[in-house]
């Protein structure tokens, strides 16, 4: 059976790491470590992943090779999948949108190819608070 497996972990964030597992047509979520199962965290990481499954959906299954190799595509990927694990909280928390913002610059290997500023603005946007 066709299989894909991509794990995605942000090595850099403890407790930060989900796996996304994709059969053909459906795929499911495991976030492993520190985050308590049903909680509003587990929630907001769920809401996360969910949207880099629909990514794969909406690519063709494209998404992890493009993600690998592009950085202009990882970061618009992590910018949309971070805006989502925002609203799921549904509460304002300019701390927590700048724990994002650093997140994204630090732990993808997107390097110098972000700045903050930019980052932070492309994340309220999303949210609709920008
Ligand atoms: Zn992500």
């Known amino acids: 059976m066709f299989m894909v497996k991509m794990v995605h972990k942000n090595p850099k964030t403890r407790g930060r790491r989900a796996e996304l597992r994709t059969f053909l047509l459906w795929g499911w979520i495991r976030i492993q470590d520190k985050i308590q199962r049903g909680s509003v965290e587990w929630v907001a990481c769920e809401a996360h992943e969910r949207v880099h499954w629909d990514q794969y959906k909406r690519s063709y299954g494209f998404h992890p090779v493009m993600y690998k190799f592009s950085k ?41 190819f972000t700045n903050g500023p930019d980052v932070l603005k492309e994340l309220w946007k999303r949210v609709g608070e920008g």
């Open 72 to 112: 202009k595509y990882r970061l618009e990927a992590e910018l949309e999948a971070y805006a989502a694990e925002y609203k799921s909280y549904g509460t304002h928390s300019s701390q927590r949108m700048t724990r994002y913002k650093l997140a994204i610059m630090n732990d993808y290997g997107l390097g110098d």
